[in-house]
């Protein structure tokens, strides 16, 4: 999981949240605090325009949808636009949710992975937004820049994959999700997911034949 940044930070702060009245609040069928309920019964209480119940799961969620946006595109400002857009979505579309279809981060991972494979299909036109941001000033340790260089060629690695095996590799090791989740995700079968995988696998191992001492021993620290 990576930690959060300030493109993240700022999804979080000025999303598009719904304006509504205090009638519009609904009354929770429990006693469990709003804090403390599962997804699914946010979902519920957002179904009748709940705004709060929404800004809690945008908290929630905002962080993955971003950092999964970021490592598929490769570009902060279009990252928070489509995880903006994302969770803009399951606001409009909260009336059509469906209970027990799918988990809402499924749900929502995939709608991020469709529209970032939107994006890099269209045309590019390089902005300011695709200037890197200048380098922090303060020394760094030997260990900490052998970091960033092992996983600078990490992610240089997997940016030159075919799409598929690259989202299949980045949501079984980045989010921690299961063949199944992964194939709901990428709208596929799960006999496809573990062929993905295990290309995904040979293929970063070519790739990184020259880094694999270094990398296996970030992972074995981390």
Same mark, same amino acid.
Not at 104 to 129: A, E, G, H, Q
Not at 151 to 171: C, I, V, W
């Given at each position: @999981?990576?930690? @959060?940044?300030?493109?993240?930070?700022?999804?979080?702060?000025?999303?598009?949240?719904?304006?509504?009245?205090?009638?519009?609040?609904?009354?929770?069928?429990?006693? #469990?605090?709003?804090?403390?309920?599962?997804?699914?019964?946010?979902?519920?209480?957002?179904?009748?325009?709940?705004?709060?119940?929404?800004?809690? &799961? *945008?908290?929630?969620? *905002?962080?993955?949808?971003?950092?999964?946006?970021?490592?598929?595109?490769?570009?902060?400002?279009?990252?928070?636009?489509?995880?903006?857009?994302?969770?803009?979505?399951?606001?409009?579309?909260?009336?059509?949710?469906?209970?027990?279809?799918?988990?809402?981060?499924?749900?929502?991972?995939?709608?991020?992975?469709?529209?970032? #494979?939107?994006?890099?299909? @269209?045309?590019?036109? +390089?902005?300011?937004?695709?200037?890197? !941001?200048?380098?922090?000033?303060?020394?760094?340790? *030997?260990?900490? #820049?052998?970091?960033?260089?092992?996983? +600078?060629?990490?992610?240089?690695? @997997?940016?030159?994959?075919?799409?598929?095996?690259?989202?299949?590799?980045?949501?079984?090791?980045?989010?921690?999700?299961?063949?199944?989740?992964?194939?709901?995700? &990428?709208?596929?079968?799960?006999?496809?997911? !573990?062929?993905?995988?295990?290309?995904?696998?040979?293929?970063?191992? !070519?790739?990184?034949?020259?880094?694999?001492?270094?990398?296996?021993? #970030?992972?074995?620290?981390?």
């Amino acid at each position: @999981m990576l930690p @959060m940044s300030r493109q993240t930070a700022k999804i979080g702060t000025r999303a598009m949240m719904p304006h509504t009245s205090p009638h519009s609040r609904t009354s929770s069928p429990t006693d #469990i605090p709003l804090r403390d309920q599962d997804d699914d019964a946010l979902l519920e209480r957002m179904k009748a325009d709940d705004a709060d119940a929404y800004r809690l &799961l *945008v908290e929630r969620h *905002v962080d993955r949808a971003y950092a999964l946006a970021l490592r598929t595109l490769r570009n902060p400002a279009d990252a928070e636009d489509v995880a903006q857009e994302a969770l803009v979505k399951a606001w409009t579309h909260r009336h059509s949710w469906q209970p027990g279809k799918a988990k809402f981060s499924t749900w929502l991972y995939r709608v991020v992975f469709n529209r970032c #494979i939107d994006l890099k299909r @269209m045309p590019s036109n +390089s902005c300011l937004d695709d200037v890197a !941001e200048p380098e922090d000033d303060q020394p760094d340790s *030997v260990d900490t #820049i052998q970091r960033r260089q092992v996983y +600078s060629r990490l992610e240089d690695a @997997m940016a030159t994959m075919p799409e598929q095996q690259r989202a299949a590799l980045t949501l079984a090791y980045f989010d921690d999700m299961g063949n199944a989740e992964i194939a709901a995700v &990428l709208g596929t079968t799960v006999q496809a997911v !573990e062929s993905l995988l295990k290309r995904g696998r040979q293929g970063l191992r !070519e790739r990184l034949r020259r880094s694999e001492r270094d990398i296996r021993h #970030i992972f074995a620290e981390a």
